[in-house]
Nanobody, 112 residues
Framework: QVQLVESGGGWVQPGGSLRLSCTASRMIFSRYSMGWYRQAPGKQRELVATISSDGRTNYAGSVKGRFTISRDSAKSTVYLKMNSLKPEDTAVYYC??????WGQGTQVTVSS
C-alpha cells in the first residue's frame, strides 16, 4: 500500500525556520496532488498547503507568505519550508497524498 513518511519536525524558537519532507512510496507520485495538514492539541486537523500534480499551490491564510510547499517528482518527495514560525504553528504536521493517503505525522513545536 501507499506509504508517506515525514521528517524534519522538531523544536524551534519563534521567528525560526524548519523544512519538512515527505517521501512517498508505492504510488505514481507525479500523478497526484500532495498536501500538508496540521493538528494542534484540542483542535481539528486543518489544511496548511497543497500542491497539484502540475505545481499549482494553495495555502491557508494563516501561513501564506511564510510557508512554501514544493515537490520533487524525481525523489517522490514533497516539502514544506516554514519561515517566521510562531507559537501558534505548533502542531503535528501530516503529509497527505491525493486526499486519501496520510503519513504518520511529525511534531513541530515553536516556543522560547
Amino acid at each position: 500500500q501507499v506509504q508517506l513518511v515525514e521528517s524534519g519536525g522538531g523544536w524551534v524558537q519563534p521567528g525560526g525556520s524548519l523544512r519538512l519532507s515527505c517521501t512517498a512510496s508505492r504510488m505514481i507520485f507525479s500523478r497526484y496532488s500532495m498536501g500538508w495538514y496540521r493538528q494542534a492539541p484540542g483542535k481539528q486537523r486543518e489544511l496548511v498547503a497543497t500542491i497539484s500534480s502540475d505545481g499549482r499551490t494553495n495555502y491557508a491564510g494563516s501561513v501564506k507568505g511564510r510557508f512554501t510547499i514544493s515537490r520533487d517528482s524525481a525523489k517522490s518527495t514533497v516539502y514544506l519550508k516554514m519561515n517566521s514560525l510562531k507559537p501558534e504553528d505548533t502542531a503535528v504536521y501530516y503529509c497527505n497524498g491525493d486526499t486519501r493517503f496520510w503519513g504518520q505525522g511529525t511534531q513541530v513545536t515553536v516556543s522560547s
